[in-house]
């Protein structure tokens, strides 16, 4: 696989067995993402977007074709391998926030590394120069509850980049926003391009698909289109 390619799925499978029915949620799906691009991942409810991003996040296996992360096929790790990969590549944003309520700002922001074998040494002061840069340094210590929608959404966007991932995964991740806070969040979304940051971003709202670089629509598990919009950032490569 090219060095500069990050996630690569080739005729990647994912079925379901439900009863007598075999459902395929992907359906030979190929997806190559290089560095430094910014995709959105449109579809109707169903088109396989959702587990389209658990794939690509390690938290589910293909049941055929083949998935390369950073180089790495994924069917050929064992469990704790595949954590070790998850949590040293990937970046994770979500709709909900997935914060835990009974840590702070900072403590949430440093999560990814305290499942790292070999945690940074400079892990707390990376979390508070990303909760700075999110407008959280004020707020190191409050826990999710006291924090506005927007300001849960800023701490999951420290946490996706404490480990320097090589590729964020959102999903939905402004859809429980305000449409001022969303757009604050997306123009965020828009700095990590320009700074060469690999994205991967779920989306059902046009708007938002209208600010990645690259746009793939998903119908039942397949990609319908792939459309290249425009170059965002120099460190990525087209496709």
């Keep these: ?12 499978e994912r079925v379901y067995t439900m009863g007598n029915n075999r459902v395929a949620a992907l359906d030979k799906l190929d997806f190559r993402i290089t560095r430094g691009q910014y995709w959105s991942v449109m579809g ?6 959702s587990t389209l991003l658990n794939v690509m996040g390690c938290l589910d296996r293909p049941t055929g074709g083949v998935y ?6 994924v069917n050929t790790l064992d469990d704790d391998d595949l954590s070790d990969l998850r949590g040293a590549k990937l970046g994770f944003i979500f709709q ?28 707390e002061e990376r979390a508070r120069r990303l909760a700075d840069r999110m407008g959280l340094g004020s707020r190191l210590g409050h826990r999710p509850a006291e924090l506005s929608g927007g300001q849960q959404q800023r701490v999951a966007i420290a946490r ?13 991740a402004t859809g429980n926003l305000d449409s ?15 700074e060469g940051k690999t994205i991967v971003f779920v989306t059902h709202e046009a708007h938002v698909a209208e600010r990645a670089s690259h746009v793939l629509r998903m119908r039942d598990g397949r990609a319908e289109e792939v459309i290249e919009q425009r170059a965002i950032s120099s460190a990525g490569a087209s496709a």
Excluded: C, H
């Excluded at 060095?3 to 990647?12: G, K, M, P, Y």
């Excluded at 001022?180 to 320009?194: G, H, K, N, P």
């Design 160 to 172: 996706s980049l404490v480990n320097d991932p090589e590729l964020i995964l959102a999903d939905e």
């Design 1 to 12: 696989m090219p060095i500069d390619v990050v996630a690569d799925l080739r005729a990647v």
């Design 96 to 123: 909900s926030y997935n914060l835990i309520a009974q840590l702070d700002v900072l403590e949430n922001i440093m999560v990814p590394l305290f499942y790292q074998d070999d945690p940074p040494p400079d892990g």
């Design 44 to 49: 109707a409810s169903g088109s396989g977007k």
């Design 180 to 194: 001022q806070t969303a757009e604050e969040i997306l123009s965020l979304f828009d700095e990590l391009s320009r």
């Design 68 to 73: 390369e992360l950073a180089g790495r096929d």
